[in-house]
């Protein structure tokens, strides 16, 4: 549930996100506030994640900590579990949330209002069914004095995301659509803790070393897993595809492996120590990180048929680390000497020029990403040692320029990761200090209020798909159906009978009804529960010359639906499933894709 800040006498926006450390731009945009200079008491404002800990200085007290971050006094000893007679004492690290976490309905207010005003919006659709859903709301209506918990919401959006997360038993990959808020596990006791998920550019596999130091693979159309190779051991395991999808490249002892995901085959270059190894945007050059004729770290370049070794730095100190070459293969960043300190240097590949990146206040910045369009950095930043670590996450121009930070992890460190289209930022958040990350959270750089999109156990790592620009079609095929059709092949495989793309999806059924094909699309149609809304459109058409019924949502369909449409067709000859006999086939699918596929169903 999203965190409330009453406003009191004197505050501002920026002395309320000066206590907190929070961005103004977020705290702004978390309630749409129109006016910055206006603000009134009384007023409760959501809080983004921030600075929520306050380490105990000489001659405090509850009253006075509560005094100068102007909250009440019950909600730091409810947030530290204190107890009469409420002692605390120098050192002790509290902690301090921005208010409370709930919103009281105010005279004048209405669901839909409170969801536009605090960002509970999904598809840009006011999503009012979740604050419905999270306050057990019967019904739209509210009153003054109510209390309600306001949930963030699914983005609605054509985009998703990968990550790891497990506990003792085991880690596994998962799968986030950001269209439908959707969590899909994708793999069952193959992960291990530093397993990272590596998307192919085409979006259709997912690598990732995993249990036993074993290299896997997912195929996510057919949802199969190939084990690809072993590693003697799981430190500093970099994946890295080719611009085609058809190769992966990897270090392994002495040598860089180039595997072909499609034929199989794997050509070796001999280069020990290697790591961070990455294909050029051509195709047929590699950069990767060395120690030297002297054993000092280095970049080099080579070609992919291990010809025209080039060194690229002239470094004379320590290990080069997190190198990543930005995607249009102009510049490379890595991060030097260590992990106690960690400096982000760029390097332009065209002039030999290197920058330093200012960084967090500590030198400690970890995880640094290129955007997609290679003209910004993101990166974690440590910060506040003295309130028990939290991490910045913060943006840098490719110029090592306009450095600024953007959102707050509680982590020490945080992986941080672009949207395909540059426009978010996915981060972890949620960690204390015996746990790693419990939460995903995004924020929209063009609207920057945080949603936090995933609460799960120990998440270990998160990373976006890329985006598709395939236009390819794959066949499904299900014999127990007695069905096939096509569908867009970038969509996964997430159960036998249902599909998910970040822009759609589909799903089949069978239906049992000795009555006409008018009463079962009524049926279905005006179902109870009003799946497709209160006022669906039916029409009748006819597929492989059987009768056939499309049904479309009407505009009041509810949105946890994501715009399902459906079409029922008249088996030629009824089918018989686990016992029971079937008259009609079933498909739903997203409205935008119903008569796409529908016009390619076939009867085996």
């Not at 409370?100 to 309905?105: A, G, H, K, M, N």
């Not at 440590?382 to 959102?407: F, K, P």
């Not at 997430?494 to 589909?506: H, L, N, V």
Request: aromatic share 12%; glycine share 8%.
């Amino acid at each position: 549930m999203q965190t409330f800040y009453t406003v009191q006498p004197g505050d501002t926006l920026s002395g309320i996100a000066r206590r907190w450390g929070i961005p103004l731009n977020s705290l702004i945009a978390a309630s749409n506030v129109q006016n910055p200079d206006r603000i009134f008491i009384g007023q409760q404002l959501a809080m983004p994640p921030g600075i929520e800990r306050y380490r105990v200085q000489a001659g405090d007290s509850l009253y006075l900590i509560a005094a100068s971050y102007r909250v009440p006094i019950s909600v730091i000893i409810e947030a530290n579990n204190l107890t009469a007679p409420y002692t605390i004492y120098p050192g002790q690290l509290l902690e301090v949330p921005p208010g409370v976490s709930y919103y009281v309905v105010q005279p004048g207010d209405s669901l839909y209002q409170i969801g536009l005003r605090y960002n509970v919006t999904t598809g840009g659709r006011v999503n009012t069914e979740l604050i419905q859903l999270l306050n057990n709301l019967t019904s739209t209506t509210i009153f003054p004095g109510m209390t309600l918990e306001i949930p963030y919401a699914p983005l609605g959006e054509q985009e998703m995301f990968a990550y790891t997360a497990g506990d003792a038993n085991g880690f596994d990959i998962w799968l986030y659509n950001g269209a439908t808020g959707a969590n899909h596990l994708l793999t069952t006791g193959l992960g291990e803790s530093f397993s990272v998920p590596y998307w192919s550019p085409d979006r259709g596999r997912i690598a990732f070393v995993g249990k036993n130091n074993i290299l896997y693979v997912i195929n996510l159309g057919t949802g199969e897993i190939a084990s690809i190779d072993q590693f003697p051991n799981e430190a500093g395991i970099f994946l890295n595809w080719s611009p085609d999808g058809e190769w992966l490249a990897y270090s392994k002892g002495s040598t860089i492996t180039l595997y072909n995901i499609t034929t199989h085959a794997a050509h070796q270059i001999n280069q020990s120590g290697a790591t961070d190894v990455q294909w050029f945007p051509n195709g047929r050059e590699l950069i990767f990180q060395a120690h030297d004729s002297n054993g000092i770290s280095q970049l080099y370049r080579i070609g992919v048929d291990g010809t025209g070794l080039r060194q690229l730095t002239a470094n004379t100190e320590g290990n080069l680390n997190d190198v990543r070459l930005s995607p249009n293969g102009s510049k490379v960043l890595y991060t030097t000497p260590g992990a106690s300190i960690s400096i982000i240097h760029i390097l332009d590949l065209s002039t030999g020029n290197t920058m330093e990146v200012p960084g967090g206040p500590l030198a400690k910045n970890y995880f640094p990403t290129w955007s997609p369009n290679s003209s910004s950095i993101a990166f974690s930043a440590t910060a506040y040692e003295d309130r028990g670590y939290y991490s910045l996450i913060r943006l840098v121009t490719n110029q090592g320029g306009r450095e600024q930070t953007v959102a707050i992890s509680n982590c020490f460190s945080s992986p941080v990761d672009w949207s395909p289209h540059q426009t978010k930022l996915a981060y972890l958040s949620g960690c204390s200090a015996d746990a790693a990350a419990s939460e995903i959270w995004v924020t929209d750089l063009r609207h920057p209020a945080p949603r936090r999109l995933v609460t799960r156990n120990n998440i270990m790592a998160v990373q976006w798909a890329p985006t598709s620009n395939s236009t390819s079609k794959a066949t499904f095929r299900n014999p127990t159906f007695r069905i096939q059709f096509q569908y867009p092949a970038d969509w996964i495989h997430i159960t036998p009978e249902r599909f998910e793309g970040p822009e759609g999806f589909f799903q089949i059924s069978a239906l049992s009804s000795s009555g006409s094909l008018d009463d079962v699309c009524q049926s279905d149609a005006y179902h109870q529960l009003m799946p497709y809304g209160s006022n669906p459109t039916i029409t009748r058409i006819q597929i492989q010359s059987q009768e056939a019924c499309f049904i479309y949502p009407s505009d009041d369909q509810p949105q946890l639906m994501n715009n399902q449409a459906s079409i029922i067709i008249r088996y030629p000859t009824p089918v018989v499933i686990g016992g029971n006999t079937y008259q009609f086939f079933v498909l739903w699918a997203d409205k935008y894709h119903i008569e796409e596929i529908a016009s390619t169903i076939q009867f085996l």
